[in-house]
């Protein structure tokens, strides 16, 4: 049977009531939908520090994670060896293609960073070694500026110029490690970069700070030809009351301002998005209309708490807006995919839980791709939205959108125009029934499924 206690996951169909078993019921990883393959669309990860780091524990508890590996190995540097072992097997009997993770997720630090290198290279050789055996591919790597106490007041954008040089070394050896084993995008997740209080804080020289170390980054890649894809991960807040990277829109204007816009890309969380008071799918949306769709972490929040979840997706509706906003992309970004950045429950926590919970995770997406590709097969919002707008297809809207009036054209228009016309120009939305066809959609594209 191997590491794990549990044989390779199948696709087995739909299955009426309870999901007992372990297979997949929606994801068929081969199966062709809107002209490419399912797993080809999906591009699932999984996030080594969640899975394999994460003890499951809670602001309030200890671990209660069961895993295969805990107790055997005395030596942290044989324990971070052994895992590479475990998690190639994981990922190939859960039939996923990538895997993501942060430089100390998969090494102990030393001393220095010479000795932390050292334990990296180590951890790394095998971790290649796998990736070769077995075909499973970096979607991104990353490295924690904001684990370690020095990082306590941020990493580019400390106060203290000593860790800030630090962070540049860390990052030079990241994106090494990324080029070696050809990572397709690069993260940057600044947890710490932000504020706790604007009265001991220069804003403008800290982002100016940060900047240049994005600058710095890329121009090492070039230097090495580390090609991946860079890119931002926008949280508004946690651990930092406030981070600079708040959401999609404030990540984006960052890039303008700075010169960055041909460099970045943007990776986005769904439980970021709701702590920025967004749906995933606004995120998604601004992301993908100003052409900065990059990769996405997929999770979920809770509505009726207020911190990062990280709960596995299952909300089958955020999945299908999801998906349709990348049928509208023609992909996830350039190289993204769908990382579950997630961990199971604080109480599921047997190692079969690991496999349930990203079976859950893939088969929601899965089904809300066949959900969405029936809506856009249909063109059902394609429709809804040409009419809503139609009014800007002729007349003075064909004018205002070609930027021909000017505001006393607007004026000449409308100075005679009694107020009944101007209401008769305006029509109902029926959201109610516009969201009933959703269901409907949901209800008949899974129906469908043998
Ligand atoms: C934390 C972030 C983090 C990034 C990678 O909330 O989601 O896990 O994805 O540093
Ligand atoms: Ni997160
Ligand atoms: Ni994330």
Redesign the pocket.
């Known amino acids: 049977m191997g590491l794990w206690d549990v044989d390779k996951i199948e696709y087995v169909g739909r299955q009426k009531g309870p999901q007992e078993g372990l297979a997949f019921h929606y994801y068929d990883a081969d199966r062709v939908v809107a002209g490419k393959k399912m797993k080809d669309w999906l591009r699932f990860g999984v996030?080594w520090?969640h899975t394999f780091d994460q003890e499951l524990v809670d602001p309030f508890g200890t671990g209660t994670a069961h895993r295969p590996w805990y107790g055997k190995y005395s030596n942290p540097l044989d324990e971070a060896l052994a895992k590479v072992d475990y998690a190639f097997e994981f990922f190939t009997k859960l039939g996923v293609e990538y895997f993501c993770f942060?430089d100390r997720d998969i090494a102990p630090e030393g001393d220095t960073l010479r000795e932390t290198n050292a334990n990296l290279d180590k951890v790394v050789d095998k971790i290649e070694e796998n990736m070769k055996a077995t075909g499973v591919k970096l979607l991104w790597n990353?490295s924690?500026l904001f684990t370690n106490p020095r990082f306590v007041s941020g990493a580019a954008t400390s106060p203290f110029a000593d860790i800030y040089a630090y962070a540049g070394g860390q990052l030079k050896k990241s994106l090494e490690i990324g080029k070696r084993l050809g990572a397709e995008n690069y993260?940057f997740?600044g947890?710490r970069e932000g504020y706790e209080n604007l009265w001991n804080t220069e804003m403008k020289r800290e982002t100016d700070h940060i900047a240049k170390f994005f600058h710095m980054c890329a121009d090492y890649a070039k230097e090495i030809g580390f090609e991946a894809q860079f890119l931002i991960?926008p949280?508004p807040k946690e651990p930092t009351l406030h981070q600079y990277d708040f959401d999609a829109a404030t990540a984006i204007e960052f890039l303008r301002n700075h010169d960055l816009t041909d460099v970045f890309k943007l990776?986005l969380?769904g439980n970021?998005a709701n702590l920025a008071g967004h749906t995933y799918q606004h995120e998604i949306r601004v992301a993908r209309e100003s052409g900065f769709l990059g990769s996405l972490?997929a999770n979920q929040g809770d509505k009726l708490i207020g911190w990062?979840m990280d709960e596995f997706p299952t909300d089958l509706y955020e999945t299908v807006a999801v998906m349709w906003e990348v049928l509208q992309a023609g992909s996830i970004g350039p190289h993204g995919g769908l990382n579950f950045?997630a961990k199971p429950r604080r109480t599921s926590f047997y190692e079969e839980d690991l496999f349930r919970s990203h079976i859950a995770g893939m088969d929601a997406y899965a089904a809300g791709l066949l959900v969405a590709d029936k809506m856009n097969q249909d063109g059902f919002i394609q429709n809804l939205q040409a009419e809503r707008y139609s009014s800007y297809d002729s007349g003075i809207g064909k004018d205002i959108d070609e930027g021909n009036v000017t505001l006393a054209d607007l004026e000449a228009y409308s100075l005679d125009k009694p107020q009944s016309e101007l209401i008769a120009a305006t029509k109902s939305d029926h959201l109610e029934s516009v969201k009933a066809t959703i269901n409907n959609y949901i209800i008949d594209a899974l129906a469908e499924v043998e």
């Open positions: 996030a520090w942060h990353t924690s993260v997740w947890g991960e949280k990776n969380e970021h972490d990062d950045d």
